[in-house]
């Protein structure tokens, strides 16, 4: 009788692995992504029995986008906080939940070459209804001297400059997927020891997918460009590479997460009420775009490349749009043809 052997690899096992082929690494940036899982692991806890305990529902505040914060997201700031402030690896942190950002101004952390941006629950609008939430998060060399404090400029760097970017998805399973510039890696948590086991090695975005992602709500307040883009994905069949399907759910982690899988495209274009968008350039936009980009598709604003975008804000808002590759330049080319 024969048996399979076959190793499993855990999240700091694989950190640990990446350190050993490159002997001069220091590890920091590897204590940094195990600090962030173990975040995850504490956040995960509590989003699987919100149901059952008072943490859900609105937390009685607004935060600086104008939001109702809600009880969960909360928690899993303080979560993201403590841990990276406790750290080694960190020496200051920019969140969506806080008006500005929060330097951990210790011997330690002001040595650290690393700042972190993160938002702590996106979706969270789904938590009472029980739809897949995430985190998502970006790390950046300093580049204020080490041996002091971090500084805004540290924060405000382009995407282009980002050293790691990933994501956790709290769904039918609990997943954490990061990014270097070696690749895109995916981790399952398995719930019986408590790890995050290697489920998703070396992912790489479709060159092309079926599946496109837009609110339809906002159809006639978007650009020209783009309301022709998605009636040419409401067309497609067999003869022109179709048919397609149109998934939204709403919850950016979830329906990111799926097209980088499965590809597909994803769109959260400006409308004429709301021409810079909605979602955040530097919680949001820079990492995705940076994670799609290393597995080989493409993120863009509509104007140029996301990565490239200077911030000039810490809550600066874009437009957005990301996906397989084909895809992204399908609609590009639909841009140009109204120009």
């Given at each position: 009788m024969s048996t399979i052997n076959r190793?499993?690899?855990?999240?700091?096992?694989?950190?640990?692995?990446?350190?050993?082929?490159?002997?001069?690494?220091?590890?920091?940036?590897?204590?940094?992504?195990?600090?962030?899982?173990?975040?995850?692991?504490?956040?995960?806890v509590e989003v699987n029995k919100a149901g059952l305990v008072d943490i859900l529902g609105d937390y009685g505040t607004v935060n600086v986008q104008g939001e109702d914060v809600k009880k969960l997201d909360i928690f899993a700031n303080n979560q993201f906080m403590g841990v990276l402030r406790h750290g080694i690896s960190c020496a200051g942190i920019g969140?969506?939940?806080?008006?500005?950002f929060v330097i951990f101004d210790d011997e330690i952390s002001n040595h650290s070459k690393y700042v972190v941006l993160f938002d702590p629950l996106d979706g969270s609008g789904n938590i009472d209804v029980n739809v897949s939430i995430g985190t998502i998060f970006s790390v950046f060399p300093r580049i204020s001297p080490k041996g002091q404090p971090c500084t805004r400029e540290d924060f405000l760097q382009p995407g282009k400059k980002q050293v790691a970017a990933g994501y956790i998805i709290y769904g039918s399973s609990t997943m954490m997927v990061y990014a270097t510039r070696r690749g895109v890696n995916?981790?399952?948590?398995?719930?019986?020891?408590?790890?995050?086991?290697?489920?998703?090695?070396?992912?790489?975005?479709?060159?092309?997918?079926?599946?496109?992602?837009?609110?339809?709500?906002?159809?006639?307040?978007?650009?020209?460009?783009?309301?022709?883009?998605i009636d040419t994905c409401q067309k497609k069949d067999k003869t022109n590479g179709g048919p397609y399907t149109q998934r939204y759910i709403g919850s950016m982690v979830a329906d990111v997460h799926r097209n980088l899988i499965k590809g597909g495209i994803f769109m959260y274009p400006g409308t004429t009420d709301k021409p810079k968008g909605k979602l955040r350039l530097l919680y949001e936009c820079n990492p995705f775009a940076f994670i799609t980009e290393v597995a080989g598709g493409k993120a863009t604003d509509g104007r140029q490349r996301i990565l490239d975008v200077q911030p000039t804000e810490l809550h600066q808002?874009?437009?957005?749009?990301?996906?397989?590759?084909?895809?992204?330049?399908?609609?590009?080319?639909?841009?140009?043809?109204?120009?």
């Open positions: 190793k499993i690899s855990t999240l700091d096992e694989f950190t640990i692995q990446q350190l050993r082929d490159f002997p001069h690494a220091t590890g920091e940036l590897s204590r940094l992504l195990r600090d962030i899982g173990l975040a995850a692991k504490r956040i995960n969140s969506e939940e806080m008006d500005d995916g981790f399952t948590l398995d719930q019986s020891i408590g790890e995050f086991c290697l489920s998703h090695p070396d992912i790489k975005c479709p060159e092309s997918g079926r599946i496109y992602s837009v609110n339809h709500g906002n159809f006639f307040q978007y650009e020209e460009g783009t309301r022709n883009y808002r874009s437009p957005f749009f990301v996906g397989s590759r084909s895809m992204m330049e399908e609609l590009e080319h639909h841009w140009q043809a109204v120009k």
